[in-house]
């Protein structure tokens, strides 16, 4: 089976950069992807590590390392849109099993 | 190119009904999954269908079905409902190949059990 372990809720003010934990125990591990998630809105892809290292895709980057079972995201230049739910997602024995999100609060 | 839709948006039934939601996908994608999104149990993975065939399944009762048709579009089906079941159901759509890496969800149905 698999488990993924995130922060329940982070702050962070407009502007500045915030990193969004995320830890799994899982065998058989394909990956790591990050979804964003709206109040009242559907999830929606952000990226995916199947290797280690670091992913960048505009102010979200993602990382991974599989010899820690850990991998996070970072957003940076934060904007009030991107109060959200962010859930990373491991992808094992072609199953996805999501974390239990972050909630994260943009303040101005 | 449309997005994946589902159908209907917002449902309410009582316990010891049945229900079966619509999921149509993106076009040209061939695996749908369903998920069920709840406050306490978070988004949890109900199971996978590619052509026609379930691939995987998660850990839920029997009660939850699914299946799909030729053209890719897929149906749920919970019977005999409890509270419990009362959840925001999603669909997500790719094209099948490769892992997990990139999933498209519908807007979801809310289903309310009363």
């Known amino acids: 089976g698999q488990s993924l372990e995130q922060p329940s809720e982070v702050t962070a003010v407009e502007g500045a950069i915030v990193q969004i934990n995320c830890t799994y125990q899982?065998?058989?591990?394909?990956?790591l992807s990050w979804y964003q998630q709206h109040d009242g809105g559907a999830p929606t892809f952000l990226s995916y590590?199947?290797?280690?290292g670091l992913e960048e895709t505009g102010r979200f980057s993602s990382f991974l390392s599989r010899s820690d079972s850990y991998g996070y995201l970072l957003l940076q230049e934060l904007q009030m849109k991107d109060s959200a739910s962010y859930f990373c997602a491991g992808n094992a024995g072609n199953m996805l099993t999501f974390g239990g999100g972050t909630r994260l609060m943009v303040k101005p | 190119k449309a997005g994946v839709t589902q159908t209907p948006r917002y449902l309410i039934k009582t316990r010891g009904q049945q229900v079966t939601l619509s999921c149509s996908p993106i076009?040209?994608?061939?695996?749908v999954s369903w998920y069920q999104q709840t406050p306490g149990q978070g988004l949890q993975f109900l199971f996978e269908y590619f052509s026609e065939t379930q691939r995987n399944k998660g850990n839920f009762p029997g009660r939850f079905s699914g299946r799909q048709f030729s053209n890719s579009r897929s149906e749920m089906n919970v019977s005999t409902l409890e509270l419990g079941d009362s959840a925001l159901y999603l669909c997500?759509?790719?094209?099948?190949?490769?892992?997990?890496?990139?999933?498209?969800f519908g807007p979801g149905t809310r289903l309310t059990v009363l």
């Open positions: 997500a759509s790719r094209t099948g190949t490769g892992p997990y890496n990139e999933q498209f």
């Open positions: 076009s040209g994608h061939r695996s």
């Open positions: 590590n199947a290797l280690d």
């Open positions: 899982t065998s058989g591990f394909y990956g």
